[in-house]
């Protein structure tokens, strides 16, 4: 099965690429941009595990590694095929 | 035999007009199914295109490159090798060269320059060296050309990305603007490593059954030259997963690489020969190293570490996947090799062994898909003498007439421009996003004529410099190109270094035009009689054609990468003044030339006479004097004297400094035309400070080498002032100019 | 004083650091490879600058799991000295041995240069030769510097003395200007409360001789050495 | 509105960070994860307009800037609250 994994920056941290790609997009004419907010995105496949224990895992995965909880949070959506 | 093995069925039969898309001409073709007694396979075709392609054989240039002087002292390998070597004595040799990524760094700024760190740093350490310093030279379109900033980000972003990470430092380079790149950018990496002396390994396979292993990334479609699509169109089932894809460079990997790689070769008898997977990846090094080593060589491509599906034998061919090594290992050797690699998490796979005869056969599926003698492909590879021919324009282009060019009355308005213009503004913002320090060795850092970074151990420092006035080289190639090997090594003598080698890319239009084949013979000429004058001698290099678009060529650019060598490090010298209170001299002729000048270029918008000849015999004595000045500890700061003209190298003087700046206070005798003595552009002249108490013996140094020194001035006071005869032709405050100079490119590079 | 230098696949500065080690201050060094679970007859672990792991997902994120950061916690934990330096910094916050976290340099852009900065207690093993309010001028290389930490973390920061070296001016003063990374309160490196683990961007082995233009590097280095031996005398 | 955009590399073009990222999984014990991509996430605020117009804005703001399509692909949600 696939999992989406989303890491954004926690609400505080400050987040200078979005700051950055917002003015260049006002700058390229795209005005009504209000606000950038810059993140990672994992495409995590994973080896059959019954759901459950795949959201298990792939919580201890962002909590341990794909996430630095100190200044990130993570998101996931399961999908089978 | 054509197309068997491993996705046969889908290998489209090999005609001649398969091998034109191919870009082989008609009689390259026949000459291939001569030499073979058979028509090629598809995998064959492939293999043949790219090893008789102009970037791998050489086969317009060939001809004409044997003219450099590739002799010297200090040289232990010339050109022929990944890199060339020159011996340091102490023990020590510096292994370097010079490559170009032009194109790819067009199509995709960031992974184009960074690819091309990657394949000059492996053509280093390939040779048993390491590497330890870089320099990069770039060459852009107009700053308000729309697509520079975007290209100069992404150049810059990319060089940084790759070769801070592996931890090479980029301790100079330089970069400059121009129309005639604006669709095609031009970026050229230097990179320098050292080894001791009897750790120097050849890319050469020899002893019979002698393992090769192909170590580091795994294989992907990535840059398989553009004949691959065209080829690919025939299978429209996969189309789209068969289309080159662009190289992408992983850093880490490299740095795996590189030390696996050291570590192996520093063991005696690990390793035979190796190589690294660069232009045509699997195809060119197997070849060459079979040619090398005079020996065969037999691949099963099934052992390929492969990162994509269904692969066909063409494609793991002619991959051009980063970051691999080719490597013949010996029976016993061999476990220990592979035990090396894993310490580096990395796969080393024996894909194949050396044997007896002089043919490169390639299994896939059991079968054989190619089976081609490799001196083929390499040595027997198509030699052109091309048709040259002086272009036209030229004539009207060397054609200058001063007097219609408005004398200024003033020179601080120009000097102004001159110090905000986009090839005269400080390059800080650029190689301060590049690590110049990491491996503590820079003794002089990026910003000051040549960099100096010491050979721990031992008392020695290296100098290095790559230079390249292209609008020289466009309004007279011969003498631009001698322009560009004299600056260099001025830059190191500045440094207080001589000359040990060169290496340079020459970057051209497309080789089959006349003009540009005469720009090329010219510029070969030019470099020829400069290195052998100054004893420079080239031990590598590279050549890049066809940088045009719509038929527009670039201006003629052959880059010139210099090493020099200082025997006390403690003498390295840099361009700022240093203390209040010096006197400031000039070594050489003060006299300077508006012809071919960034003066004319940037204020009058002409580009036009020929630029200041260089007298070679003046040139050694200038830069012989300004040694001794250095080494005897006469003088505190030396600079050349180039771009931009005699008061913008005084100005460089003032503000240049990491500290901040300093004033001058210069006077000159009138001499012609203001701005032509202000201005004006020639060779063979160096600014030195010196204490007052040195005076005497400076002088002296100067009339023994028989060199013309003029006191110009001293250092100090917040103002720039130059007084010509009784008028005060420049003032300006050193600081405000710093500050101007400084934020010149961010400011053009603002989107 | 015997030096444990970790090398991490990436580590750049392994050689760097152990150059001044060995060269510069004349002490013993060893090269400690990221595999090995344990280590011994170590005074001081340095975890070197580079880019561990490419620096891929995050700074140190990788690192932190190699198996020698157990034995290092140990280590810290027994009292150890453990210096963390760029890259090693990053190490050493994501680990959680000290707080924080290295985000995107503000500028966005990667930057070597020199900048000041201002030793801010004097009662630590890396400042023992060197008087608050000092200003050293050390040169940075980092792409991922700057420092965050959440607001309460920051106050537990300053009323603990955990701030060791802040950005800061030529004259000593901190301001936006002579911040090259952004970092919360301008922190340039932190010691854990006990003050054994210390990390810190800039990188004071870049700056240990005078053939290198500055030697102000040196000064860390040397209290080092200075307050190990004073440990070691008062052992005796 | 708020919008979703993400990156991803093309098909083929390597993808280093997944690659050691995917490794490091392994080496933490998570044996059951097959492959990882790496890509970027973006949430973008916009000011009202009509959802088509938005979404042609937002597909020329992912060519233009958001991802370099010679070696990256996009995706979108428009989501309005
Ligand atoms: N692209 C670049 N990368 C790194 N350093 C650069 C680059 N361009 C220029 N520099 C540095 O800036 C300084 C000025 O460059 P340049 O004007 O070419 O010097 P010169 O005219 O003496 O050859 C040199 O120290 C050079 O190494
Ligand atoms: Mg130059």
Redesign the interface.
């Known amino acids: 099965m696939k999992a989406r994994v989303y890491v954004t920056f926690k609400r505080g941290v400050l987040d200078p690429q979005g700051k950055t790609i917002c003015t260049?997009l006002h700058?390229l004419g795209y005005r009504e941009v209000t606000d950038v907010r810059m993140g990672k995105y994992l495409e995590v496949t994973l080896g059959g595990l019954p759901r459950q224990e795949a959201e298990q895992r792939l919580r201890s995965m962002c909590e341990k590694l794909l996430a630095n909880t100190v200044i990130e949070e993570f998101r996931f959506e399961i999908q089978e095929e | 035999m054509s197309g068997e093995g491993r996705g046969e069925d889908r290998e489209p039969e090999v005609t001649p007009e398969l091998a034109q898309q191919h870009g082989l001409t008609r009689e390259e073709y026949e000459r291939a199914v001569d030499r073979l007694g058979r028509a090629p396979s598809y995998t064959e075709l492939g293999i043949l295109s790219v090893m008789w392609s102009e970037h791998c054989s050489y086969k317009s240039s060939r001809a004409h490159l044997k003219n450099l002087p590739t002799e010297g002292p200090h040289i232990l390998v010339g050109p022929g090798e990944n890199a060339g070597v020159v011996d340091l004595g102490s023990g020590v040799v510096a292994v370097f060269k010079m490559e170009s990524h032009n194109h790819p760094s067009f199509?995709?700024p960031?992974?184009g320059a960074a690819t091309g760190v990657g394949g000059i740093l492996r053509d280093i350490f390939t040779m048993g060296a390491r590497p330890i310093a870089s320099l990069d030279s770039l060459r852009f379109g107009s700053p308000d050309h729309p697509r520079t900033r975007f290209l100069v980000d992404g150049v810059v972003?990319g060089i940084?990305?790759y070769g801070?990470?592996?931890?090479v430092p980029t301790v100079g380079g330089e970069i400059a603007f121009h129309p005639s790149y604006n669709g095609n950018i031009l970026v050229n990496v230097f990179t320098l490593g050292i080894a001791r002396r009897e750790k120097i390994h050849r890319g050469a396979a020899t002893g019979e059954g002698n393992p090769v292993l192909y170590v580091g990334?795994h294989t992907?479609?990535?840059g398989i030259h553009g004949a691959s699509l065209l080829a690919s169109s025939e299978f429209d089932a996969e189309s789209e997963?068969k289309?080159p894809?662009?190289?992408?460079?992983?850093?880490?990997?490299e740095?795996?690489l590189l030390e696996a790689c050291l570590e192996v070769m520093k063991e005696p008898g690990l390793v035979v020969g190796i190589q690294d997977m660069g232009a045509a990846g699997l195809t060119c090094s197997t070849v060459e190293m079979a040619a090398r080593g005079g020996s065969g060589m037999e691949i099963e491509l099934d052992r390929v570490p492969l990162?994509?599906e269904g692969m066909t034998p063409y494609e793991i061919m002619l991959s051009e996947?980063?970051e691999r090594m080719l490597l013949v290992a010996t029976p016993q050797s061999e476990a220990r090799v592979r035990q090396v690699f894993e310490k580096?998490?990395l796969q080393a796979e024996v894909v194949g062994r050396v044997v007896p005869g002089d043919r490169v056969r390639v299994r896939s599926g059991g079968r054989v898909v190619a089976d081609m003698p490799a001196a083929l492909l390499v040595d027997e590879a198509p030699r052109y003498r091309r048709p040259s021919e002086r272009p036209k324009w030229q004539e009207e282009m060397e054609r200058l007439q001063i007097e219609s060019i408005p004398e200024p009355s003033d020179g601080t308005e120009a000097l102004q421009a001159l110090l905000a213009s986009p090839n005269l503004g400080s390059r800080e913002s650029i190689?301060?996003?590049?690590?110049?320090?990491?491996?503590?060795n820079?003794?002089v850092r990026p910003g000051s004529d040549a960099a100096v970074i010491?050979l721990?151990g031992t008392n020695q420092a290296l100098s290095l410099a790559v230079d390249c006035n292209a609008r020289y080289c466009f309004l007279d190639p011969e003498q631009g190109a001698r322009l560009a090997v004299a600056e260099a090594a001025r830059n190191l003598a500045c440094s207080g270094a001589a000359p040990v080698g060169t290496t340079d890319c020459l970057n051209f239009g497309n080789p089959e035009r006349p003009e540009i084949m005469w720009q090329f013979e010219r510029a070969i000429a030019g470099i020829a009689g400069a290195c052998s004058a100054l004893e420079a001698p080239i031990v590598g290099g590279n050549v890049s054609f066809y940088n045009e678009t719509e038929g527009r060529a670039i201006h003629p650019t052959p880059t010139i990468a210099m090493v020099g060598l200082l025997d006390d490090?403690?003498g390295a010298m840099a361009q700022w003044f240093q203390s209040e209170g010096d006197l400031i001299f000039l070594l050489g002729d003060p006299a300077g030339s508006l012809a071919a000048s960034e003066y004319m270029a940037l204020l009058h918008g002409r580009e036009a006479g020929r630029p200041a000849a260089v007298d070679l015999d003046r040139e050694r004595a200038v830069q012989d004097a300004v040694r001794r000045a250095i080494g005897s500890g006469l003088v505190e700061s030396a600079h050349d004297c180039s771009d931009g003209g005699l008061a913008f190298a005084l100005l460089e003087c003032c503000i240049s400094g990491?500290l901040g700046s300093v004033g001058a206070e210069i006077r000159l005798e009138p001499a012609g035309r203001l701005d032509a003595l202000l201005f004006g552009e020639a060779p063979s002249r160096i600014i030195v400070s010196a204490p007052a108490e040195n005076r005497a013996r400076l002088e002296h140094v100067a009339s023994a080498a028989g060199v013309p020194i003029l006191p110009l001035g001293k250092v100090g006071g917040p103002r720039l002032t130059i007084t010509v005869g009784s008028g005060a032709v420049v003032d300006l405050d050193a600081a405000e100019a710093r500050d101007a100079w400084l934020r010149a490119l961010p400011r053009l590079l603002k989107? | 004083m015997r030096f444990g230098i970790v090398i991490f696949?990436?580590s750049?500065?392994d050689?760097?650091v152990y150059?001044?080690a060995k060269?510069v201050l004349g002490q013993e060094a060893a090269f400690l490879w990221h595999k090995n679970v344990s280590f011994s007859g170590i005074d001081c672990i340095v975890l070197p600058?580079?880019?561990a792991?490419?620096?891929?997902l995050r700074g140190g994120a990788i690192a932190r799991f190699s198996p020698i950061m157990k034995a290092i916690e140990a280590f810290a934990e027994r009292g150890g000295l453990v210096f963390g330096i760029c890259n090693g910094f990053q190490v050493l916050a994501e680990a959680g041995l000290l707080p924080g976290a290295l985000v995107r340099n503000a500028g966005l852009?990667?930057?070597?240069?020199?900048v000041y900065v201002r030793s801010e207690r004097q009662d630590t093993p890396y400042t023992s030769r060197i008087k608050q309010g000092t200003v050293l001028k050390i040169?940075i290389?980092h792409?991922e510097g700057c420092y965050f930490a959440p607001e309460a973390v920051l106050k537990q920061l300053e009323e603990k003395r955990q701030v060791v070296f802040r950005y800061c001016d030529a004259g000593g003063q901190v301001t936006t200007e002579a911040n090259p990374n952004g970092s919360l309160r301008a922190i340039a490196g932190v010691c854990n409360e006990r003050g054994n683990v210390l990390g810190m961007m800039p990188?004071p082995?870049?700056c240990a001789?005078s053939?290198?233009?500055n030697d102000q590097g040196r000064r860390i280095f040397d209290s080092m050495i200075h307050s190990w031996q004073q440990i070691r005398r008062n052992r005796i």
Chains 1, 4 share one sequence.
Request: proline share 5%; net charge neutral; aromatic share 10%.
């Open positions: 260049s700058r | 199509v995709e960031y992974q972003a940084a990305g801070n990470s592996v931890g990334s992907g479609r990535d997963s289309r894809t662009v190289q992408v460079g992983d850093p880490f990997t740095k795996l990162r994509e996947s980063q580096w998490d190689y301060q996003t590049y690590d110049h320090m990491v491996r503590t820079t003794v010491r721990k490090v403690g990491p989107g | 696949p990436g750049n500065c050689h760097d150059h001044v060269h600058g580079g880019f792991h490419g620096d891929y852009r990667y930057v070597c240069r020199d040169p290389g792409g990188h082995d870049r001789e053939l290198l233009g």
